[in-house]
Each structure stands twice: as C-alpha cells, then as structure tokens.
C-alpha cells in the first residue's frame, strides 16, 4: 500500500494575476513621482480610501455584470456584502457624500490605489491593477474637462511620450442617447448592454460588436455572453452612425473652444468612443497610444486605450439629495508601465550593491566598519549575507549583477588595502581604504 502524499501548494498564480520586479517597479515609481508634480501644480488634493467597500455602494457601476459575482470579488461580513473595489471613481462618490458639508466645492483630489475586477484577463489586462484617478466634483463648467485632457497629455510626455506616440479621443454620450432615441430603444438594461458592447470595439472590432449587439458571441475559450438583442436594421443603423463624423454636440463645441484657448491640439473627434460604465452623462474621453504593443512572444497585440473617463453629474446622488456635478479621468498605471517599456529605455538606478566577501567571522567588526564607510559615502554596498566560500560568494555576486566584490582577508585588514574586483572587467587591484570610494565610483 502506498503512503498519501501530501499535497504541495500550487506555485503558479491564477490568470490576471503578475508578480512585479525590480525594474517594472522602478519605472512605475518614476511615473508615479511625474504624476504627483503635476497634480501638486495643477492644486490637486491627494486621497486614500479603503480597498474595500459596501458592496451596495459600488456594485451599480460595475463594466462587466455579466460575469460571475458582477465583476467584483466579494464576502460576505455579518450581514452586509463587502467587495474590493473595482474602481476609484465610486467610492469618491461614496466619499464625497460622506464628507459634503466638510470638503470645498468644487473639491479637486487625486488617488493612486489598486483595484480589482473579477474579468476574463488578456494581455496587459489584468485582475488587480494600479490605477491613477483624477477628479473634479462639484463643477458643470468643461473648462475642468479640458483641464484634465489637457493634464494627462502633461504626464504622459513628462514619461517621456512624444505627441505623436499619443492621442486622446472624445465624443459624448448625448451622441448615442439621441441615436438610442433614433433607433427607439427605451429599456434601460438593453442601452446599457449596448454601451458595454460598443465599448469593446477597439478590441473586438465591429464584427465580435455586432455580435454582442444581437444575440451574443462566444470567445475563443468558448464562454458566451449574453447580447444586447437588438435587431439587424437597428445595428446597422448604430454601426453606420458611429462610422460617420457626426454633428457635435453642444458640450463638445464647447471644449473644442477651451482647447484653442489651451493651444492644445493633441486630440480627436471619434463617436465610436463610448466607456462601458453607465455613469458617465457627458463629454468622454479616452486616451490611446499610436505605437504597436507587443506581448512577451513578440507579437503586436491589440491593446486598446490606456485610460479615460468623462463627466458624470449624477453618481454622488445615489447617496442622497447632492449637488455635486463632477468630471474624471483614470489611467491604468501597470498598462501604461507595460507600453512604456517597450517604447524607450528608461534610464532606472536599480539595486547593484557592491559586496564585501567574507573570509572569517571572527573578521566581521572589520567588514562592518568598510560597510558603514561606503554606505554613508553613497555606495551601495552589503556583506555577503549568505554562507559559503569564495566561489559561492562570486557566483551571488554575479547574480545580483554586482558591479565590484570587495576581498578583504586576514592580510589585507593587516596591510589596510582591501582587493577591489571589477565584476565587468576581471581587473582586480590593491587600494588604500581612504581612496576606496572613489574607485568604487569610477565603476559604478
């Protein structure tokens, strides 16, 4: 008879989910200090709120209900439904509501936080993502729309974007409420899965939209889902519409106006913009990079927009009798991270320290004393912190990507020269300790 064996814990993550390294975290930190300079120059406020929420409070809003718990992951605590958040823009509304009669109006305030969405994932789309949030609530006037179009064009070339490797498009949704009006459709659930399914054209294209607009599609893994159940001659009707330039709306002459006074022309008309999420009441728009993206194989795949948003004047009143107008724009920051690697280089300090190889223990107030000499002159440095001779050492060394070891045996502490290797070279050379920093930094 043979023995059970116990079961091992599963060392893959489920789908959606990425572990981060060094160098992808280094680049979004550095996009992250770009957004954060210029949301203290245009006076915005920075805000944190919790992970989770009542679900109630933001399982409306939700892109993709058509999916398993509606979207969101959630628990059940005592009597009341908690989720993780899937967005930043409902609990600001939750926010706000809380806080009316405290905050200025109209209040400006900022948020970076992670969020999650219980979504089939794809490539650079994922179930927990970092996403930068920033919104005015509390103003009808489009000169806040403009402002934050005009912001993220800011960031994004402070990220290092030209102008042509970008574009945000912009339409608004009274397009399609009058085409919805054209077209006769009054059932509140069937815009909405009009909405969700036009805002999936620039991954799916107008064939898999058509699809959804009618009875429903099946993916490549064969999950279906449900369509709008509109008839033929409608989506033809729609799909034409939209293919068209249309007449601007009155909203969008205005932020045309704005954006002449800004000297901002990095934009364009396209009614095909539409953002999934039934909130939005306005001008919306979306913000699209004009390079190819490709996936881990090498393959140009279809990535879609990094972020958008648009106005939405009626969310905070679900919480009660406010008035408070607002308009938003959100970026997803690990999408962008995973555009912008592969556009330019960035030129990132990672983590090389310099090591100091132990020879004897009994020798360790030494190593520790030219520890402490280096860091405080701003060499990054450490004692080899693992067990093993020489050999091991050297292979961790260049593992780490070490720019120098440091040999400081029993004959080098008598004579004060420790041996200095460059890892890059194989040079090696006896240096005096006072004159030890600066031929570190002739390496490094």
Known sequence: MTKNKKNKPLKDLPLGFIDRQEKELLVRDFIISNIKEVMIRYGFKYLETPSFEYTESIGKFLP?????????????DESKWLSLRY?????????????Y???????????????????????????????????????????????????????LEKCGLLKSEYVIKISSRKITEELFKKINIKDEQQKLSSLRALDKIDRLGWNG????LGEGRKDKSGDFTKG????????????????KKLPETQDLEEIFKIFKNYNFSNFEFDPSIIRGLEYYTGVIFEVNLKFDVKNNKGQVIQFGSIGG???????????????AP?????????????????????KIKQSKPVVICVFSKNSMKEYIDLQKLLREAGVSTEIYPGEGKLKKQMEY???????????????EIKSGKPTLRNLSSGDERSIEIKELVNEIKKII
């Open 64 to 76: 993709d209900k058509d999916r398993p718990d509606g979207g969101v992951f959630s628990f059940k």
């Open 87 to 99: 967005d930043l823009t409902a609990p600001l509304a939750r926010y706000v509501a809380k806080n």
């Open 101 to 155: 009669l405290e905050i200025p109006k109209p209040f400006k305030r900022y948020q970076l936080g992670t969020v999650w969405r219980n979504e089939k994932p794809g490539p650079g789309r994922f179930r927990e993502f970092l996403q930068f949030d920033a919104d005015f609530v509390g103003t009808k006037s489009l000169q806040a729309d403009a402002e934050l179009c005009v912001m993220i064009s800011e960031i």
């Open 209 to 212: 939209v058509k699809q959804l």
């Open 228 to 243: 709008a159940n509109l008839s033929s001659k409608n989506i033809e009707i729609i799909e034409n519409e939209l293919k």
């Open 309 to 323: 948003g648009g106005r939405y004047d009626n969310l905070v009143n679900n919480f009660g009798n406010y008035d």
């Open 326 to 346: 607002a308009t938003g724009i959100s970026i997803g920051l690990d999408r962008l991270v995973y555009a912008l690697m592969q556009k330019k280089e960035f």
């Open 397 to 411: 060394a260049n593992k780490i990507n070490s720019p120098a070891v440091i040999l400081y045996g029993e004959d």
